[in-house]
């Protein structure tokens, strides 16, 4: 059986750089959390500049109504009522992916439907205890929007192949 040797494509190539872009961006930056801006330019990179600009468009509108609606969340417990039993807490959480999926799909972006779902999870459900969650929830919008612009750029000036 004759073996292929592994290629290595400009995707992939595009992929790595973007990551490390984010990567250095937010060292130089100081805040949030690379991870989120790493997954965004990773999820962007598609094969071509239609379906990056697609991509970055529903994950951007997506991230900001997912990371707006948990801020809104956080304030409303940080000053008007806190849930101090945990199982209420989450079957509020629960109950408000209605209005975000009902928002989701009033804007016809049903395809960030569940992005717009895990943001708002993430900055309530995992974020909810930091110091200052408001800050998370900014940073986490920031971060993303960060991978978006550096995958986008790094697609785009790869001017040789618009498919790769």
């Not at 990773?42 to 900001?64: G, W």
């Not at 509020?92 to 799909?105: A, D, G, N, R, T």
Request: charged share 15%.
């Amino acid at each position: 059986m004759k073996k292929h040797p592994i290629k290595i494509g400009r995707r992939i190539w595009k992929t790595v750089i973007a990551v490390y872009v984010c990567f250095f961006i937010d060292t130089v930056r100081g805040a949030g959390v690379p991870f989120y801006a790493a997954i965004a330019a990773i999820l962007c990179m598609q094969r071509n500049k239609h379906e990056s600009l697609q991509t970055a468009k529903n994950r951007e509108i997506a991230t900001i109504l997912g990371g707006f609606c948990g801020l809104l969340f956080l304030i409303f417990e940080q000053y008007v009522y806190h849930f101090s039993v945990i199982l209420i807490r989450y079957a509020v959480l629960s109950v408000l992916l209605i209005p975000i999926i009902q928002i989701s799909l009033w804007l016809h972006q049903e395809k960030g439907t569940f992005l717009m779902c895990v943001v708002f999870l993430c900055v309530t459900v995992t974020h909810a205890g930091d110091i200052n969650p408001v800050s998370f929830a900014g940073n986490r919008i920031i971060d993303t929007t960060i991978g978006i612009v550096v995958a986008l750029i790094v697609n785009f000036r790869d001017v040789s192949n618009t498919n790769s």
